[in-house]
């Protein structure tokens, strides 16, 4: 009759087999103060160890030790971490994120929206442009001072036509002529999905593809 000591060795759950060699690899405090003693009974009694000898012998293990204690420490907070990473990213699936990106991703239905930072008072040009790079849509927002301004694109074209889904890109210009300058835009997205690898996590955009966690200046 099988009894579940003979259950527990066929699956290996008794400690021994490759457990048991596991254990007899390893050099434990014990061996190597049984390793010591037996280097005391065999040494040259004309020419005994110094007491720094083994002084440093116990230096060297106590090294060795804690050294394997930090690095179980280290893998221990590595495991803590990926999985509070996982956490955080699952909760952003499905809310919007306000991410830098010179594209937009417009649906069927609904507007884009985005910031860019003025770096004074004046009037900020958006000009939103086809996948083939042809302009589409021109956007002014006046900017009162220095900081974030808002814009948001219905998702039509210059003649009040909605325009198919898809990507389309965005820049931001402040001035003309010489005083013009580029400005980098920010764009909100839905998070579809998240990605854990070993650089971190990633969030999946839609229609924008994926960008860092690091990425996210803002979520709502």
């Known amino acids: 009759m099988t009894t579940i ?3 527990a060795a066929t699956y290996g759950a008794t400690g021994t087999g490759a457990d048991a060699s596991k254990k007899s690899d390893s050099l434990g405090q014990a061996d190597f103060l049984r390793l010591m003693t037996e280097q005391l009974q065999h040494q040259d009694p004309l020419n005994p160890m110094e007491n720094s000898e083994f002084l440093g012998q116990l230096a060297q293990f106590s090294t060795v030790q804690g050294i394997q204690g930090l690095q179980s ?3 221990s907070f590595k495991g803590s971490l990926a999985t509070d990473q996982m956490l955080r990213g699952a909760s952003l699936v499905g809310r919007s994120v306000l991410v830098p990106s010179a594209k937009m991703a417009l649906a069927s239905e609904g507007s884009v929206k985005g910031v860019v930072a003025a770096p004074d ?7 939103i442009t086809d996948p083939n790079g042809s302009s589409v849509r021109k956007i002014t927002v006046k900017a009162d ?13 210059a003649n009040g ?13 402040m001035g003309s002529g010489e005083t013009k300058k580029d400005l980098s835009t920010y764009v909100e997205s839905r998070v579809d999905s ?3 690898g070993s650089d971190g996590v990633f969030l999946d955009l839609a229609g924008l593809g994926t960008a860092p966690l690091d990425y996210v200046l803002r979520i709502r």
Do not use: H, I
């Open 5 to 7: 000591s003979d259950f």
């Open 73 to 75: 420490s280290m893998d």
């Open 121 to 127: 008072a004046g009037t900020v040009t958006f000009d």
């Open 145 to 157: 001072k220095a900081g974030e301004v808002a814009f948001e694109w219905d998702g039509k074209d």
């Open 161 to 173: 036509n909605r325009l198919a889904a898809g990507t389309y890109g965005v820049t931001a210009t």
């Open 194 to 196: 998240v990605t854990v």
